[in-house]
């Protein structure tokens, strides 16, 4: 029986979101579900569903979300896995408890190059869009990293860590500022992000709070 990974959290978790099951080991516990084996590309709203798996597990507790695709053959595996990374999971989740995610994004015009021809299953193409997003981070340009440098400056005090990243989308290029903050400063967070004026002709948006995936990585 194949099992695919929501997160991981620590072992003394008592409960899980319906339609899942915890696996301990190691003073871990990996979230999973029982899955059949296919080879179909993944639908949108199967992409949907996990990721509200992955948030009501984040309501609940300290969580390393995973990113969707994350599937072992079975439950030996999944063990193996959790003793083959004890050390970086447990350091990870010793940062997150009562911790979560906000997201700055910045559009505005794109610079010069050729924008990436993605997949034509809406799936397919999610997925090929998160690789691209990955593969472009820190590729920030002058005028891109001093608009970063000033948000981050007016946010200080909101936020232990961050992140950063630039990728095309469209005929438009954006900029993305991650920022993992608590769980009860989310409300100042969203007061000083209100602050921010973006360049003429940009367009900003404040999302979460969300599971805490640009704060902790998964082991490859």
Same mark, same amino acid.
Request: with cysteine; aromatic share 8%.
């Given at each position: 029986?194949?099992?695919?990974?929501?997160?991981?959290?620590?072992?003394?978790?008592? *409960?899980?979101?319906?339609? %899942?099951?915890?696996?301990?080991?190691?003073?871990?516990?990996?979230?999973?579900?029982?899955?059949?084996?296919?080879?179909?590309?993944?639908?949108?709203?199967?992409?949907? /569903?996990?990721?509200?798996?992955?948030?009501?597990?984040? /309501?609940?507790?300290?969580?390393?979300?995973? =990113?969707?695709?994350?599937?072992?053959?079975? =439950?030996? /595996?999944?063990?193996?896995?959790?003793?083959?990374?004890?050390?970086?999971? $447990?350091?990870?989740?010793?940062?997150?408890?009562?911790?979560?995610?906000?997201?700055?994004?910045?559009?505005?015009?794109?610079?010069?190059?050729?924008?990436?021809?993605?997949?034509? &299953?809406?799936?397919?193409?999610?997925?090929?869009?998160?690789?691209?997003?990955?593969?472009?981070?820190?590729?920030?340009?002058? *005028?891109? $990293?001093?608009?970063?440098?000033?948000?981050?400056?007016?946010? &200080?005090?909101?936020?232990?860590?961050?992140?950063?990243?630039?990728?095309?989308?469209?005929?438009?290029?954006?900029?993305?500022?991650?920022?993992?903050? &608590?769980? %009860?400063?989310? *409300?100042?967070?969203?007061?000083? /992000?209100?602050?921010?004026?973006?360049?003429? $002709?940009?367009?900003?948006?404040? &999302?979460?709070?969300?599971?805490?995936?640009?704060?902790? $990585?998964?082991?490859?």
């Amino acid at each position: 029986m194949r099992y695919v990974l929501y997160g991981i959290v620590g072992q003394d978790s008592a *409960e899980c979101p319906p339609g %899942t099951s915890l696996l301990p080991a190691h003073g871990l516990a990996a979230v999973v579900s029982a899955v059949e084996e296919t080879s179909s590309p993944p639908t949108v709203s199967s992409l949907l /569903a996990y990721e509200r798996v992955v948030e009501a597990i984040h /309501a609940r507790r300290a969580v390393i979300p995973l =990113q969707y695709g994350c599937v072992m053959e079975n =439950q030996s /595996a999944v063990v193996r896995h959790l003793e083959d990374h004890r050390q970086e999971y $447990g350091a990870q989740l010793a940062r997150l408890p009562g911790m979560t995610e906000m997201g700055i994004r910045v559009l505005w015009p794109a610079r010069a190059g050729a924008v990436p021809d993605f997949p034509a &299953s809406p799936g397919a193409r999610y997925l090929a869009s998160l690789r691209h997003r990955y593969h472009s981070a820190n590729a920030l340009d002058g *005028e891109e $990293g001093q608009l970063a440098d000033r948000i981050i400056g007016l946010l &200080s005090g909101c936020f232990t860590e961050q992140r950063r990243e630039v990728a095309s989308s469209g005929q438009r290029r954006l900029l993305s500022l991650y920022f993992l903050t &608590s769980k %009860t400063g989310v *409300e100042r967070f969203r007061s000083k /992000a209100r602050q921010i004026r973006p360049p003429s $002709g940009a367009k900003l948006l404040l &999302s979460g709070p969300w599971p805490p995936y640009n704060f902790a $990585g998964s082991p490859e």
